[in-house]
């Protein structure tokens, strides 16, 4: 079975500074990984994925993830956060047939 | 191309109530899929399509039906609406079911049952 922990609900940086929004996985088999960005009142937009290639992947709008096996973590970085990026982050693993989600991590940047 | 499109954008019913929400995808994409999001919660998967004419259930189906009659669409019916179905709906679809493959979110339906 699949499950997926976002630890943070709420993240607030400074404009320009670092983002880190952490997703811990467990899964019963090689994973294949998302994160999914909703601006307010939007759909969702794939950011990046990992399906067993390399483990730092490149996403849109300067994010990236790395895949941690030993550490059972997917976290998403950014190294200098825009307005722009204000929105809520999904963390998703995939099954069979079906997207299991993360809670999501609401991200709020400070001018 | 406007990949997957849901109608109506907002909803407004009164308990017991039925309707039906329309997602239609111009991608050719064989799954498809119905989510809600709920406050806290992500988004659950309600029912999904593995091709046309054929439909499962997902994590919560109670209380929804679906139907599955022209591969592009995908169709999500209340019966009889309830205010714990009052939730954003998302529609999805994709090219396989398999772990690899990416979902193609639609805008989402807001409703709000009274």
């Known amino acids: 079975a699949q499950s997926v922990t976002q630890l943070d609900s709420h993240v607030s940086v400074s404009e320009g500074t670092p983002v880190l929004l952490r997703c811990n996985y467990s899964s019963s088999y090689s994973p294949s990984l998302f994160w999914y960005v909703q601006h307010p009142n939007k759909g969702l937009q794939l950011l990046l994925k990992?399906?067993?290639?390399?483990?730092l992947v490149k996403g849109i709008n300067g994010f990236e993830a790395e895949f941690k096996k030993s550490e059972t973590s997917f976290h998403l970085t950014k190294p200098s956060a825009h307005m722009s990026d204000a929105a809520e982050y999904f963390c998703?693993?995939?099954?069979?047939?079906?997207?299991?989600f993360g809670t999501g991590t609401r991200l709020k940047v400070l001018a | 191309n406007a990949g997957v499109t849901q109608t109506p954008k907002f909803r407004v019913l009164k308990t017991g109530q039925s309707m039906t929400l329309l997602c239609a995808q111009d991608?050719?994409?064989?799954?498809m899929y119905w989510y809600r999001q709920d406050p806290g919660m992500g988004l659950r998967l309600i029912h999904y399509s593995v091709g046309e004419g054929t439909t499962a259930k997902g994590e919560v189906p109670d209380g929804y039906n679906v139907s599955r009659l022209k591969k592009q669409n995908f169709l999500l019916g209340l019966e009889s609406a309830a205010p714990s179905q009052t939730s954003v709906y998302f529609c999805a679809s994709s090219t396989g079911s398999g772990v690899t493959d990416t979902q193609y979110f639609g805008p989402g339906t807001r409703l709000t049952v009274l």
């Open positions: 991608m050719n994409h064989e799954y």
């Open positions: 998703v693993v995939s099954g069979t047939y079906k997207y299991i």
């Open positions: 990992y399906t067993s290639a390399a483990t």
